[in-house]
């Protein structure tokens, strides 16, 4: 890959806007990662850039909020299952077309984020989130060795269980953390997470970590409402990107 000054800015402000919508969002960092970097660079080298900074930075949300024990007790089952689908599938994202499965999840993302933006009392019944949870991160595992984007259908759901806000972003974190080990794995088991892509990534961290605490600054001023509306039109705007970029 050839290193130009042009390439050198385009990373820095890679990194720092997805670690700007990551700490408002508590999620982005690799969509919006990957969808600045796929100019310079194949989908799978933006993917491997961006595991460590997306690491370090989810590790970070995941510790800075209230209730890990409590959500590690509620959410392990889908977890595992998120690890397990992503590990087993990242052959897609290496050796597939990611195009189609980025249309479909951009539309998909687009579809929920809409309508849950004109019903705001969307949730899931208690009894169904027991048996749910594991199908629900197999598939989210799926998809994100498929794609690269941690996003379907873990986000969603989270989403409807109606969580605080801030529990809401650990969650995600947690979620995320556990997607990009297992993204890191399954990337490695295949090698196509090289030694000097591990360089990249290490580097992206100063400017994601730095744009992230702009980012939670911005969203400690915020109601807890107007997060919610935030949180949904960056689905829609996360969304029309990944479709969009699919068809290009």
């Not at 984007?149 to 556990?178: C, E, H, K, N, Y």
């Not at 919610?228 to 068809?247: D, K, N, P, S, V």
Request: cysteine-free; charged content about 10%.
């Amino acid at each position: 890959m050839d290193v130009t000054f042009g390439f050198l800015l385009l990373f820095v402000a890679t990194f720092l806007v997805a670690g700007l919508v990551k700490g408002v969002t508590g999620m982005g960092l690799p969509t919006v990662a990957v969808g600045m970097l796929g100019s310079a660079v194949s989908p799978v080298t933006a993917a491997a850039m961006l595991v460590i900074p997306s690491l370090v930075t989810n590790v970070w949300q995941l510790l800075n909020g209230p209730s890990l024990g409590a959500l590690l007790r509620r959410l392990w089952p889908m977890m595992l299952a998120i690890l397990l689908g992503t590990v087993a599938s990242t052959a897609l994202l290496v050796e597939g077309d990611s195009r189609w499965s980025g249309m479909a999840l951009g539309g998909a993302l687009v579809a929920y984020a809409a309508y849950a933006l004109l019903s705001p009392s969307t949730s899931v019944p208690g009894r169904w989130e027991r048996p749910l949870a594991p199908l629900v991160g197999l598939v989210t595992g799926v998809l994100t060795g498929a794609t690269g984007v941690f996003t379907l259908p873990a986000v969603p759901w989270l989403q409807s269980l109606r969580l605080p806000r801030d529990v809401l972003v650990q969650a995600l974190g947690l979620a995320f953390t556990v997607s990009t080990v297992a993204l890191a794995l399954g990337l490695g088991r295949l090698g196509e997470f090289r030694l000097g892509q591990l360089g990249w990534s290490t580097a992206g961290i100063v400017p994601a970590l730095v744009g992230m605490a702009l980012g939670q600054a911005v969203r400690s001023r915020i109601s807890q409402q107007r997060f919610r509306q935030f949180f949904l039109a960056f689905l829609i705007l996360l969304g029309l990107e990944l479709a969009i970029r699919a068809l290009l």
